[in-house]
């Protein structure tokens, strides 16, 4: 079965950057419609950012602008590039496919607060 390990996470100022990596193990990750999830506390998880397997991108209305979303097929990894951090991005990141059919990982806070 395929394991999510998401990473690069931390606590940032407002106005910062992360870079968030999600690896995934199997031979056939480069199949899949992968996206970036986040929860906040007390709210529902929410897709922020997705790619295909063809690298076509969507993005949230409120992270549009800000992240960009891209894929390394050969190291089976995603990453979530987040730039201009506001306080309402503070949330645990996960990834998984676009129907969200793979296992939960642990996922990773990301904190914007000064």
């Known amino acids: 079965q395929v394991q999510l390990v998401e990473s690069g996470g931390g606590l940032v100022q407002p106005g910062g950057s992360l870079r968030l990596s999600c690896a995934a193990s199997?031979?056939?990750?480069?199949?899949?419609?992968m996206g970036w999830y986040r929860q906040a506390p007390g709210k529902q998880r929410e897709l922020v950012a997705g790619?295909?397997?063809?690298?076509?991108?969507n993005y949230a209305d409120s992270v549009k602008g800000r992240f960009t979303i891209s894929r390394d097929n050969a190291k089976n990894t995603v990453f979530l590039q987040m730039n201009s951090l506001k306080p309402e991005d503070t949330a645990v990141y996960y990834c998984?496919?676009?129907?969200?059919?793979?296992?939960w990982g642990q996922g990773t806070q990301v904190t914007v607060s000064s």
């Open positions: 998984n496919t676009l129907a969200g059919i793979l296992r």
């Open positions: 199997g031979s056939i990750f480069s199949r899949y419609d």
């Open positions: 790619i295909t397997s063809f690298r076509l991108t």
